[in-house]
């Protein structure tokens, strides 16, 4: 009796185990997921500026889905899984969390690039937009010219 339980949670503990969730091939891919996310999640930072302009937010996450050829549907479908198996969602937010955070740290190397005593208080110098003049702390950026 006491051999035939042991077979039996033996079995049970193996099945349990060998239950990983394959994901399906109408979705989304992790790696391409991640990409995909990052510039999403971009998009929806950059689209909280325009919250009259819904054409626009439209049109950005429009952009950000015809880089990566997926449709929407793709995303949305493929996002609905992963949030079904956070197991898998939460290692492609890990590997975001670490690419945005090199970002970071790039951005803090800039400034050694500039002459001692000035003050950056911009979130990137890649762009066309810089805060180079300490001593006006005010800034104004704007959609239309």
Not at 23 to 51: F, G, N, T, W
Request: aromatic share 12%; proline share 3%.
């Amino acid at each position: 009796m006491r051999r035939l339980i042991y077979i039996f949670s033996l079995f049970a503990t193996m099945l349990v185990v060998s239950c990983e969730v394959e994901r399906p091939d109408d979705v989304i891919p992790p790696d391409k997921m991640e990409a995909l996310l990052y510039d999403y999640h971009l998009v929806q930072a950059m689209s909280s500026e325009y919250a009259s302009a819904e054409y626009k937010e439209k049109l950005m996450f429009d952009h950000v889905f015809k880089k990566h050829k997926v449709t929407k549907e793709d995303f949305e479908h493929s996002m609905e899984w992963y949030t079904r198996y956070p197991k898998h969602l939460k290692k492609i937010y890990a590997n975001l969390e670490t690419q945005l955070q090199s970002e970071v740290d790039k951005m803090g190397e800039t400034k050694s690039v500039l002459d001692e005593g000035v003050s950056l208080d911009v979130a990137y110098l890649g762009g066309d937009t810089a805060e180079l003049w300490t001593s006006f702390r005010s800034k104004i950026l704007s959609a239309t010219p």
